[in-house]
Structures are given as structure tokens and as C-alpha cells.
């Protein structure tokens, strides 16, 4: 079955940069797009960035764009999520997703798989 596994979270302070990582299994993950969401309490999940399967075109929410770069290694079966400049509405736990299309979404419900997720917190 499919399994994605985050990893990367911790504290940081304000400023700063962060780089999560998910390993995924049980797919054929180059025909898989990829995307990274978060969560705070209370919220509903968002969007965060997207890559897709097969060019590796990405997306991202107005919040991440010039800040955070989505990235995917094949060979690793692994995506990324590069974090710089931190901001503490950044905290969050941070849910890596696939869909089994290579097609790339910015939608939750497009995505059939997700990870147990990662806490990030930033400090002010």
C-alpha cells in the first residue's frame, strides 16, 4: 500500500529555514504529483505547494511563493519542501499528499494519500 513518511519538522525561529522531506512507497512515484499542505487547530487543511509528476511543474499559495520551493527526487522516491524565511504564522503541522495522476492539484480532496505529518513551529 501506499505510505508517505515525513520528516524535517522542528523549532525554529523566525527567519529561518526549514527543509522537510517525505519518502514514499508502495507507488510509482515519478508518475505520481506530489504537493504539501499544513494545518493548525481549529483550521481546515491548506494548500501549500504542488509538484507534478512527470515535468515537475509546481505551485504554490500566495503565502509560500518567493519563500518556499517544492521539489521531488525520483531516484529517492522523495519530495521536499524548502522553507526559508520563516514567519510564525508558518507554525503548523505540515501533511505531504500524492494523487495517483501526474497531473498536479492545489485541491485536498484531489488527493488520495497523505502522510501522519510534521510539526513545524516558528518562533517569534
Known amino acids: 500500500q501506499v505510505q508517505l513518511v515525513e520528516s524535517g519538522g522542528g523549532l525554529v525561529q523566525a527567519g529561518g529555514s526549514l527543509r522537510l522531506s517525505c519518502a514514499a512507497s508502495g507507488l510509482t512515484f515519478s508518475n505520481y504529483a506530489m504537493a504539501w499542505f499544513r494545518q493548525t487547530p481549529g483550521k481546515e487543511r491548506e494548500f501549500v505547494a504542488t509538484i507534478s509528476g512527470r515535468f515537475g511543474s509546481t505551485d504554490y499559495a500566495d503565502s509560500a511563493k518567493c519563500r518556499f520551493t517544492i521539489s521531488r527526487d525520483n531516484a529517492k522516491n522523495t519530495v521536499y519542501l524548502q522553507m526559508n524565511s520563516l514567519k510564525p504564522e508558518d507554525t503548523a503541522v505540515y501533511y505531504c499528499?500524492?494523487?495517483?495522476?501526474?497531473?498536479?492539484?492545489?485541491?485536498?480532496?484531489?488527493?488520495?494519500?497523505w502522510g501522519q505529518g510534521t510539526q513545524v513551529t516558528v518562533s517569534s
Open positions: 499528499a500524492s494523487r495517483s495522476t501526474s497531473i498536479r492539484s492545489t485541491l485536498k480532496n484531489a488527493y488520495a494519500y
